[in-house]
């Protein structure tokens, strides 16, 4: 076992605060980098990118989400390259591929001069209760999506997270492109069903028209385009598309992912009340 540390960035977000326990359970080095984290890194500040990268073997890369978040991470792989870095393991998501979308944030990293692994999740189950766009509608007892009565493969963040910290410190995940789903698709009312009944209240799903759903997000201050991407997504999951199984879970792991009502249940009286 190295002592080389292992890079994290977004380490304080949803998956990195995951991907860094994982890793110091297993008696690795993480070195959490944010923000606001244990070591300071910023997108958009080029300055933070050295000493996060310096002496580090591998690097798990949450990228920036903005416009030139492909170009920002083209220049951050030469430099992690440049400094050593062995891999890099990107947080994708598996929508873009089945929407036909070209994803130039992972085109960016396979063409690093580093090896790499790509993962490619479904929607999370923490969202709901991690995530301000699904644990306020819970708090407020109405889930209200446009997402009708279509399916989702709702993944645990914990899988994702141990699915990483396996590609960041294990052999035989280079050049692999990992899809990550729960065990079953299950429609949004499903899901909801799932949380008040482990949260022990009522809380109801309403679906909406996509344009009405842009309407109340609006009025909530949330900008025009994010409830734009939103909506085509949400469209995605209303038609079908999504309904469908992968098995990078098993595949890496050698287990079944963890399904939902497990995770409801776990979480329990920690979903978010008014």
Same mark, same amino acid.
């Given at each position: 076992?190295?002592t080389?540390?292992?890079?994290?960035?977004?380490?304080?977000?949803?998956?990195?605060?995951?991907? @860094?326990?994982?890793?110091?359970?297993?008696?690795?080095?993480?070195?959490?980098?944010?923000?606001?984290?244990?070591?300071?890194?910023?997108?958009?500040?080029?300055?933070?990118?050295?000493?996060?990268?310096?002496?580090?073997?591998?690097?798990?890369?949450?990228?920036?989400?903005?416009?030139?978040?492909?170009?920002?991470?083209?220049?951050?792989?030469?430099?992690?390259?440049?400094?050593?870095?062995?891999?890099?393991?990107?947080?994708?998501?598996?929508?873009?591929?089945?929407?036909?979308v070209?994803?130039?944030?992972?085109?960016?990293?396979?063409?690093?001069?580093?090896?790499?692994?790509?993962?490619?999740?479904?929607?999370?189950? !923490?969202?709901?209760?991690?995530?301000?766009?699904?644990?306020?509608?819970?708090?407020?007892?109405?889930?209200?999506?446009?997402?009708?009565?279509?399916?989702?493969?709702?993944? %645990?963040?914990? %899988?994702?997270?141990?699915?990483?910290?396996?590609?960041?410190?294990?052999?035989?995940? %280079?050049?692999?492109?990992y899809?990550?789903?729960?065990?079953?698709?299950?429609?949004?009312?499903?899901?909801?069903?799932?949380?008040?009944?482990?949260?022990?209240?009522?809380?109801g799903?309403?679906?909406?028209?996509?344009?009405?759903?842009?309407?109340?997000?609006?009025?909530?201050?949330?900008? @025009?385009?994010?409830?734009?991407?939103?909506?085509?997504?949400?469209?995605?999951?209303? !038609?079908?598309?999504?309904?469908?199984?992968? %098995?990078?879970?098993?595949?890496?792991?050698?287990?079944?992912?963890?399904?939902?009502?497990?995770?409801?249940?776990?979480t329990?009286?920690?979903?978010?009340?008014?």
């Open positions: 076992m190295t080389s540390p292992i890079l994290v960035l977004g380490g304080t977000g949803k998956t990195g605060r995951r991907v @860094a326990a994982g890793l110091r359970a297993q008696g690795h080095t993480a070195r959490v980098a944010s923000r606001s984290g244990e070591t300071r890194f910023d997108w958009a500040d080029e300055a933070t990118w050295k000493p996060a990268l310096s002496g580090a073997r591998a690097a798990y890369v949450v990228d920036s989400q903005a416009a030139d978040a492909a170009t920002t991470l083209r220049a951050f792989g030469e430099l992690a390259a440049a400094h050593g870095v062995e891999r890099l393991v990107l947080l994708s998501a598996r929508v873009w591929a089945e929407m036909g070209p994803s130039d944030a992972e085109q960016a990293v396979r063409e690093s001069d580093t090896a790499w692994t790509i993962l490619r999740p479904t929607w999370f189950m !923490q969202n709901f209760s991690e995530d301000p766009m699904l644990t306020g509608p819970v708090a407020a007892g109405d889930v209200r999506l446009p997402a009708g009565e279509g399916k989702e493969p709702f993944v %645990d963040l914990e %899988d994702v997270a141990d699915v990483a910290v396996a590609a960041l410190t294990g052999q035989g995940h %280079d050049g692999q492109i899809e990550l789903s729960g065990p079953e698709a299950i429609t949004w009312r499903e899901a909801v069903g799932e949380v008040a009944r482990a949260a022990g209240r009522a809380i799903y309403t679906p909406l028209s996509v344009a009405r759903y842009r309407e109340e997000a609006a009025a909530l201050g949330y900008p @025009a385009e994010y409830t734009a991407l939103l909506g085509e997504l949400f469209e995605h999951i209303r !038609q079908g598309r999504a309904d469908h199984v992968s %098995d990078g879970v098993q595949r890496v792991l050698g287990r079944e992912p963890g399904d939902f009502a497990s995770y409801a249940r776990r329990g009286a920690a979903f978010p009340r008014a």
